[in-house]
C-alpha cells in the first residue's frame, strides 16, 4: 500500500472518530462516566494508536481507576463488604457505577488487545459476594474463569458486552455475573501456576487441584483424590488407610480434622532472594498476548524478579525490507523471544532487536567462510549490498565494473557470494563479504528472482524462524518445582466464596458439605482466616442438622461462634436454631408436605414444627409424629439424611437403570431457591432427558415419578392438581397425569439412523405404571426399553431449550449429553446385543444398514418358498419385528419379516438404490407396508373394551389410532388407512364377537370373500 493511499484511509477513520473527552481524573471518570462509555465504545482502534494518543491515555487511566475499585475484592467477603471509596478522598461510588466502570476498563483493554485478567477475576469475585448466584450450574463457569485468569489464559469469546452497562436504568448485577460466566478461554495458551500458602492451590489446563500441603510436597508425594467440586476443581490428600471419601456426615468430620491439621503443619519452602535485572540485559521472555506488532510478554527465569510489559518489535537494519506485520504471523502467545531490557523506555519494557542482534552475529560467525547465493538489494556508502538466501545482509565494498555483476543486479539475478566477517556498529550487525563468482557450473548467468518481494519475504522468514528456534532451545531449564509460576491468593479466595455461595443452591446434604469442606481449606490456604471461621461455622452446622435428621440426639448438638462472627445475623441464626433443636423430643419417620419455607420464616417454622411435634408426641401415631421431623429435616435442607426405617416404603438408591424425579412440573430447589415453584415447561425436560438416556442406553431403566432422591415417595398428587389448576389437564388424577406427560415424550424424539419418529420411538419400548405404595402415596413408574439397534435424540420439532443437548445417554447412575463418540460405540454394543438376543443375525441387519452394504438373508421363507434373499436395507422396524429393504432380485422395496429368515449375512457389495423414493416408506400396524401413492383402504372398525386390549397387546402401533367413543359396549373406535386388509381382517377374524364394522365397507366386502 503506498504512504498517499494509507495517509487517506487514516484521516478517514480519524475523521470518524468521537471527540475526545479532554479531561483525566478519577473523579472526572466518575462524574462524566456516560461520556466515556460513548466514547469509547466508538472508537475505532487500528492498532496504530500510539502509548501517548488520547485513547490509550484514556484507557490507561480507566483502568487505573477500575483497579482501585476492585481491589476491595481483597478486603470484602460475606462478613465484610465495604464500600467502593476512592484513596486519598471522601468521595463513594455507588455499587453499580463501580461495576461498570470495571466492566468498561475490560472492554477497553479487550479493544486495545491486553485484556485485564485481574480486572476480570475482581470484577467475578465482587459480583458472587455482594449478589446471589443466579443458578447452581454458572459455579462452574465461574470455577473456570477463575482458573484461566490466574493462568493468564487468552480470552477467545468474552461474555461481557457494551450492552451490559451502557444504560444506567437497565443495568442488573446478576445479569452481569451471568454474562461474565459465558467467557471463554484459549486453554492452551496460559501458563500452569500456583498458589503456596497453608497448602497448594494449582491452576492448571485441566482445572484447579488443592492438597494440605506445600508446593514441594504436593508435586513428590504421592496423591489421592479426596473430593471432586463440579467439573474442574479436586481436592488431593497423601495416600493413607486412615482417611476415605466422605461418604457421611462422619466422614466429613474425620476429613476436616485431617485436612485442618496437616494444613497448620504446612511449612513453605525457603524462596532464595530474587536478583533484578539491569537495563540492557539480555533476557528471556514468553509472549503472554500478540495483537497485530503489539506483543505483550513477562521475563521466564526464576531466579530473577520478574518483569513485564510491551515489546519494541523494530528490528532496523537487521531486518529492514521485511513486512513487521508479516513478520509477526511466526509469532504466537507462549513461545520464547530473547530481547532486550529496557525500563527507561517510557512505551516499552522489552527490545526484539537487542536480543536478536546476538544471534544475528553468531549465526553469522558460524558461516563464516562459506559460500551461499545472494540477490543486490541496494547500494552503502562504500559499495553494494545483497540479500542471501538465509536472511543475512552483505556488504561488499568498491565499486561494481563487471558486466556480468551490473547485469545480476539489474536483472536481479542471483550471484555467489562470501561472508567474511562480522562487526557491530551504532547498535546494528554489519556483516562484510565478497562476490566469488556470477556464472553457474556452465558458465551462464542463472534464472533471475521472478518476484524480488517474496525472495526477500522468504529470506527474512527463514531467519526470523531460526532466531525463534534459537530463543526455544537457549531458554532456562527448569524444574517441575521452578515451571510452576508463583501467584498470589486472590484466585484461591475467589474460588472459596464461589463454593461457599453454590452450596447455598443445592439441596442434597453431601454435595453441600462437600464444598464447605472444600472452602474451608481454602480458606485456610489463603490466610483468609476470618472467611474460614465463617465457613467452619457453617461447615458444623450444616452437620449438626444433617446428624439430627439421621437421628442423632438433639442434646448432643452444640454450634459455638468466636469473637470475630459477632454480630453476623447468618451465625446468630444458625445458633437459634440449633437451639431451638436441643429441645425437640424424640419421633421417627413419614411423609412429606409441600409447604414452601423462605429463609425469612425459617426460626418461625423450626420453632413451630418442633413446638407441635413435642405437643403431640404420645397423642397421635408415631408414623404422624414422624412426618413432622421428617418436613423439619425437610426445611432445614437435610431430608436426604433423614434416617430410613422398615415402616416407610423404600425405592432404594439410583443407578444406571433407576432414576428418582419428585416433580415432573416443579424444579428441585437445588435449581434455584425462591423461585416460581410451578415450571411444567422447564422441569419436563428433566423427564425427557433422563428417558432420551434410558432409550439410548444398552439395557433401558425406571423413571420414578414422585420420588425423592432419597428413595422415599412424596407421590405424584401435588404435581396433578397443579396441572389441573393451570389447565393442563380436564381432572385432577393420575390417569390424566400420565397421559398428560406420555402425550408429551411420545412427540419428543426421532431416531439417528432409522429416522423413525415420534410414537414410532416411544410406543413399543416404553409403559407408564401407577402404582400406590403402603402408605397409600401414589407414584408413576415409567419403564423404559433400550431402543433397539439404533439412538435418538430429541425432535427438531419440540422446542428444545439452548441448555438441552441434542440427545443423552445413561452411564454411572446419571444422565449426560451424548456425543459421536458414545453414540457409535453404544451402537456397536447394540448391535451385538441384538444380535445374541435374537439368534438370526440382526447385528449384521443394523451393521449394514449404517455401513450402507448388501446383506444376504439366508433361507427366507415366503409364499413362494424358501430361498435367500439379497436386500439392500432402509429401516429397521423393531417394534414390528420387520425390515424395509430394497429386494435386488425382484427389484422392488419390500418389508421382510425377521422371524422368516434363518441367519443375515453381510456382502462385500455397496447398496444402489440410496435415492429410492421408497426408502422412507412405514409398516402399517399390521406389519404390512404402506406406502400411500397406492390404493388405501379406509378402516373404522368398533371394539369393545378387549378388543382394544387385544389390538394393543398385539399391534402397539394401533395406540395412536384408538379413541374412546363414550358408549357402554363398543366403547372405542379404531380409525386407519392400510394398502392391505389382510393384517386387518386376520385380526377380526380372530375376534369375531369383539369387533363391529359397516356391512357395506371395503373390510366387510373381503371378509366376505
Known amino acids: 500500500m503506498n504512504c498517499a493511499l494509507l495517509f487517506s484511509i487514516m484521516s478517514a477513520i480519524y475523521c470518524q472518530q468521537p471527540d475526545f473527552w479532554l479531561e483525566i481524573r478519577k473523579e472526572y471518570i466518575i462524574e462524566n462516566f456516560e461520556k466515556l462509555v460513548y466514547y469509547i465504545k466508538r472508537y475505532q482502534y487500528s492498532g496504530y494508536d500510539s502509548a501517548g494518543s488520547e485513547f490509550s491515555t484514556t484507557c490507561k487511566h480507566l483502568v487505573r481507576l477500575a483497579e482501585e475499585l476492585s481491589e476491595y475484592s481483597l478486603s470484602s467477603s460475606f462478613i465484610n463488604k465495604p464500600e467502593f471509596r476512592l484513596s486519598g478522598s471522601d468521595m463513594v461510588v455507588p455499587e453499580d457505577l463501580a461495576f461498570r466502570i470495571m466492566v468498561a476498563a475490560i472492554l477497553a483493554s479487550q479493544k486495545i488487545g491486553n485484556i485485564k485478567h485481574k480486572i476480570l477475576l475482581r470484577l467475578a469475585n465482587l459480583l458472587v459476594i455482594k449478589h446471589k448466584m443466579p443458578r447452581t450450574d454458572i459455579s462452574d463457569e465461574l470455577i473456570y474463569l477463575v482458573c484461566n485468569c490466574m493462568r493468564k489464559s487468552r480470552v477467545s469469546t468474552l461474555g461481557l458486552k457494551w450492552d451490559d452497562i451502557e444504560n444506567p436504568e437497565n443495568f442488573s448485577a446478576t445479569r452481569l455475573l451471568y454474562n461474565i460466566c459465558q467467557t471463554r478461554f484459549n486453554d492452551d495458551s496460559g501458563c500452569d501456576c500456583g498458589f503456596e500458602g497453608k497448602g497448594t492451590v494449582m491452576f492448571t489446563k485441566d482445572g484447579i487441584k488443592a492438597a494440605p500441603l506445600n508446593r514441594v510436597d504436593y508435586l513428590r508425594t504421592s496423591l489421592t483424590e479426596y473430593l471432586s467440586i463440579g467439573k474442574s476443581l479436586k481436592v488431593y490428600l497423601p495416600k493413607s488407610d486412615h482417611i476415605k471419601k466422605p461418604d457421611s456426615v462422619e466422614d466429613v468430620a474425620d476429613g476436616m480434622t485431617f485436612m485442618t491439621r ?291 440426639s438433639p442434646m448432643s448438638l452444640t454450634l459455638v461462634h468466636g469473637q470475630n462472627l459477632d454480630g453476623i445475623p447468618e451465625v446468630e441464626k444458625h445458633e437459634r436454631i440449633l437451639a431451638m433443636i436441643r429441645n425437640y423430643r424424640e419421633p421417627e419417620i413419614g411423609h412429606v408436605s409441600d409447604s414452601d419455607n423462605t429463609e425469612e420464616n425459617l426460626e418461625d417454622t423450626v420453632d413451630g414444627l418442633i413446638d407441635a411435634s413435642n405437643r403431640l408426641l404420645g397423642k397421635i401415631d408415631d408414623r404422624e409424629i414422624s412426618r413432622i421431623k421428617l418436613e423439619l429435616a425437610r426445611v432445614l435442607d437435610v431430608d436426604d439424611q433423614f434416617k430410613i426405617t422398615d415402616q416407610v416404603s423404600y425405592y432404594g438408591v439410583e443407578s444406571d437403570t433407576l432414576e428418582f424425579k419428585s416433580s415432573a412440573v416443579c424444579p428441585p430447589k437445588n435449581r434455584l431457591k425462591g423461585s416460581q415453584e410451578y415450571e ?115 425432535h427438531p420439532d419440540c422446542n428444545r431449550p439452548e441448555e438441552v443437548h441434542e440427545a443423552y445417554i445413561r452411564t454411572s447412575g446419571a444422565t449426560v449429553p451424548m456425543n459421536r463418540t458414545v453414540r457409535e460405540q453404544t451402537m456397536q454394543k447394540k448391535y451385538h446385543k441384538v444380535g445374541d438376543r435374537d439368534g438370526n443375525g440382526m447385528a449384521a441387519i443394523y451393521e449394514a444398514r449404517n455401513s450402507k452394504k448388501r446383506v444376504l438373508l439366508k433361507s427366507y421363507t415366503s409364499r413362494s418358498g424358501v430361498r435367500d434373499r439379497e436386500v439392500e436395507v432402509f429401516q429397521v422396524f423393531a417394534e414390528s419385528n420387520c425390515i424395509l429393504a430394497y429386494d435386488v432380485q425382484a427389484k422392488d422395496v419390500r418389508l421382510f419379516k425377521c422371524s422368516r429368515w434363518m441367519d443375515a449375512v453381510i456382502l462385500d457389495k455397496n447398496c444402489t438404490q440410496g435415492n429410492s423414493s421408497k426408502r422412507d416408506l412405514q409398516p402399517d400396524v399390521f406389519g404390512f407396508v404402506f406406502d400411500p401413492d397406492k390404493h388405501t383402504y379406509k378402516v373404522e372398525l368398533e371394539l369393545t373394551e378387549y378388543g382394544a386390549m387385544l389390538l394393543r397387546e398385539e399391534h402397539p402401533g394401533a395406540v395412536s389410532a384408538l379413541f374412546r367413543t363414550g358408549r357402554t359396549d363398543f366403547p372405542w373406535l379404531f380409525t386407519i388407512s392400510v394398502n392391505s386388509l389382510d393384517g386387518v381382517g386376520r385380526f377380526v377374524r380372530g375376534l369375531p364377537s369383539e369387533c363391529r364394522y359397516d356391512d357395506n365397507s371395503d373390510l366387510a366386502a373381503f371378509l366376505e370373500s
Request: proline fraction near 3%; hydrophobic fraction near 40%; charge should be negative.
Open 262 to 552: 496437616a494444613q497448620s503443619g504446612v511449612k513453605n519452602q525457603q524462596v532464595e532472594k530474587k536478583r533484578k535485572y539491569v537495563a540492557g540485559a539480555i533476557i528471556p521472555v514468553a509472549v503472554r498476548s500478540c495483537w497485530g506488532v503489539k506483543i505483550q510478554a513477562e521475563s521466564i527465569d526464576p531466579g530473577y524478579e520478574k518483569v513485564a510489559g510491551k515489546v519494541n518489535i523494530n528490528l532496523l537494519d537487521s531486518l529492514r525490507y521485511v513486512d513487521k506485520h508479516k513478520m509477526m504471523t511466526n509469532v504466537r502467545e507462549g513461545i520464547t523471544l530473547f530481547v532486550e531490557y529496557t525500563p527507561d523506555d517510557n512505551e516499552f519494557m522489552f527490545s526484539l532487536k537487542g536480543g536478536f542482534n546476538p544471534f544475528y552475529e553468531e549465526f553469522a560467525n558460524q558461516l563464516r567462510g562459506e559460500h551461499m547465493p545472494g540477490v543486490y538489494i541496494g547500494d552503502y556508502s562504500a559499495g553494494t549490498q545483497w540479500l542471501a538466501e538465509d536472511g543475512f545482509v552483505v556488504n561488499v565494498m568498491g565499486d561494481v565494473t563487471d558486466e556480468d555483476v551490473l547485469m545480476a543486479m539489474e536483472q536481479h539475478i542471483p550471484v555467489n557470494i562470501r561472508m567474511n566477517s562480522t562487526k557491530s556498529h551504532n547498535g546494528n550487525v554489519l556483516i562484510n563479504g565478497g562476490i566469488v563468482d556470477v556464472l553457474d557450473v556452465d558458465n551462464k548467468l542463472p534464472e533471475p528472482v521472478a518476484d524480488i518481494d517474496s525472495y526477500e519475504y522468504d529470506a527474512f522468514s527463514y531467519l526470523f524462524g531460526e532466531f525463534l528456534k534459537y530463543s526455544d532451545d537457549n531458554r532456562p531449564a527448569l524444574s517441575d518445582e521452578e515451571l510452576l509460576e508463583v501467584v498470589d491468593e486472590e484466585g484461591v479466595i475467589a474460588v472459596g466464596n464461589v463454593l461457599v455461595e453454590h452450596q447455598r443452591r443445592l439441596t442434597d446434604t453431601m454435595p453441600r458439605l462437600a464444598c464447605l469442606q472444600t472452602a474451608l481449606m481454602l480458606n485456610i490456604c489463603s490466610g483468609n482466616y476470618d472467611m474460614g471461621a465463617y465457613t467452619r461455622h457453617e461447615l458444623e452446622y450444616q452437620m449438626a442438622v444433617a446428624r439430627f435428621a439421621a437421628g442423632a
Open 680 to 794: 411444567p415447561d422447564t422441569q419436563i425436560w428433566a423427564v425427557l432427558k433422563t428417558v432420551c438416556g434410558f432409550l439410548n442406553s444398552t439395557g433401558g431403566g425406571e423413571l420414578l415419578l414422585g420420588v425423592r432422591d432419597n428413595g422415599v415417595a412424596i407421590g405424584i398428587d401435588h404435581d396433578y392438581n397443579l396441572l389441573f389448576e393451570n389447565g393442563r389437564i380436564p381432572e385432577a388424577n393420575a390417569d390424566r397425569y400420565r397421559t398428560y406427560l406420555k402425550n408429551i415424550i411420545d412427540n419428543s424424539f426421532i431416531a439417528y439412523k432409522s429416522r423413525l419418529e415420534k410414537s414410532s420411538v416411544t410406543t413399543a419400548y416404553i409403559s407408564y405404571i401407577i402404582e400406590v405404595n403402603n402408605e397409600g402415596i401414589e407414584i408413576l413408574r415409567i419403564r423404559v426399553d433400550s431402543f433397539r439397534g439404533d439412538m435418538v435424540r430429541f
